[in-house]
């Protein structure tokens, strides 16, 4: 299976513009799997929840629904993204997994970063893996990194594959994620944004690096910078079947629940 992401700096609230520069840089591409970053075709920064909800589009439906599913077609594989979900009254910072047939998955995010809780609200749907050619995926985003809880969910569910789209500003996360594949003998992907936005007084700069990591913690490949970049890689996804860690140790079988919550 060829899995891979695409490091994309979008420009703030230019999702037509971002949709042609992905649209510039994406023919030729094959891939089973290609993951974006966190809010990829609108930036991160909001003023408030009203500009917010002038971008948020319902899942399934809208440009950039059409923009990812588009892609898929062109690669053949699936497209994993994030985007500002509506539904309702409520606005989600959510990801979707979208397939050449036009069916797609969603997850959102469980656990909001700093003024995040002032615009979005806080996810609503379970951890739960989901299969695409015969590999089963996890979907998380950015400070979900930080709680092993939905990593370890997910594996113990059977996924093979962590996919993390994120806006990471933090500088020790793409390492702590080595922690999450070895723990959870998992692949990982990390599609990260670079660059940096600005709206009135506040100014964020986001650390590009993205990296796909081995069940065993092998860095597959990885971006050494923030600029935008894709990176494929042939993986076996049945490798993240083997939890044996010695030949006396799987991390599954061995874990002493009578002892702990999770």
């Given at each position: 299976?060829?899995?891979?992401?695409?490091?994309?700096?979008?420009?703030?609230?230019?999702?037509?513009?971002?949709?042609?520069?992905?649209?510039?840089?994406?023919?030729?591409?094959?891939?089973?799997?290609?993951?974006?970053?966190?809010?990829?075709?609108?930036?991160?920064?909001?003023?408030?929840?009203?500009?917010?909800?002038?971008?948020?589009?319902?899942?399934g439906?809208?440009?950039?629904?059409?923009?990812?599913?588009?892609?898929?077609?062109?690669?053949?594989?699936?497209?994993?993204?994030?985007?500002?979900?509506?539904?309702?009254?409520?606005?989600?910072?959510?990801?979707?997994?979208?397939?050449?047939?036009?069916?797609y998955?969603l997850?959102?995010?469980?656990?909001?970063?700093?003024?995040?809780?002032?615009?979005?609200?806080p996810?609503n749907?379970?951890?739960?893996?989901?299969?695409?050619?015969?590999?089963?995926?996890?979907?998380?985003?950015?400070?979900?990194?930080?709680?092993?809880?939905?990593?370890r969910t997910l594996?113990l569910?059977?996924?093979?594959?962590?996919?993390?789209?994120?806006?990471?500003?933090?500088?020790?996360?793409?390492?702590?994620?080595f922690?999450?594949?070895?723990?959870?003998?998992?692949?990982?992907?990390?599609?990260?944004?670079?660059?940096?936005?600005?709206?009135?007084?506040?100014?964020?700069?986001?650390?590009?690096?993205?990296?796909?990591?081995?069940?065993?913690?092998?860095?597959?490949?990885?971006?050494?910078?923030?600029?935008?970049?894709?990176?494929?890689?042939?993986?076996?996804?049945?490798?993240?079947?083997?939890?044996?860690?010695?030949?006396?140790?799987?991390?599954?079988?061995?874990?002493?629940?009578?002892?702990y919550?999770?």
């Open positions: 299976m060829r899995i891979g992401y695409f490091q994309f700096t979008p420009k703030r609230l230019d999702i037509e513009g971002n949709i042609r520069r992905i649209n510039e840089r994406i023919d030729g591409v094959k891939a089973d799997v290609l993951v974006f970053p966190e809010l990829f075709l609108t930036g991160y920064l909001f003023t408030d929840k009203t500009e917010l909800a002038r971008f948020a589009q319902k899942a439906e809208g440009k950039i629904f059409d923009a990812m599913l588009s892609w898929a077609k062109k690669i053949n594989g699936m497209v994993i993204g994030g985007f500002p979900e509506i539904d309702g009254d409520k606005i989600y910072n959510s990801s979707m997994a979208v397939m050449p047939d036009g069916s998955k997850y959102r995010k469980l656990h909001l970063f700093n003024r995040e809780k002032l615009i979005f609200t996810g749907l379970k951890a739960e893996p989901f299969e695409f050619r015969g590999a089963k995926f996890g979907l998380m985003i950015c400070f979900d990194w930080i709680f092993p809880e939905i990593s594996a569910k059977g996924a093979q594959i962590l996919v993390y789209s994120s806006n990471l500003m933090l500088p020790l996360c793409q390492r702590a994620l922690a999450r594949a070895v723990e959870n003998r998992t692949f990982v992907i990390l599609s990260n944004r670079g660059g940096s936005e600005t709206v009135g007084e506040l100014s964020l700069s986001f650390t590009g690096k993205s990296i796909i990591y081995a069940p065993d913690g092998t860095i597959l490949c990885n971006s050494e910078d923030d600029r935008d970049e894709i990176k494929i890689v042939e993986v076996n996804p049945d490798d993240a079947l083997d939890k044996n860690v010695t030949e006396r140790n799987d991390i599954f079988r061995d874990r002493r629940t009578q002892f919550e999770l």
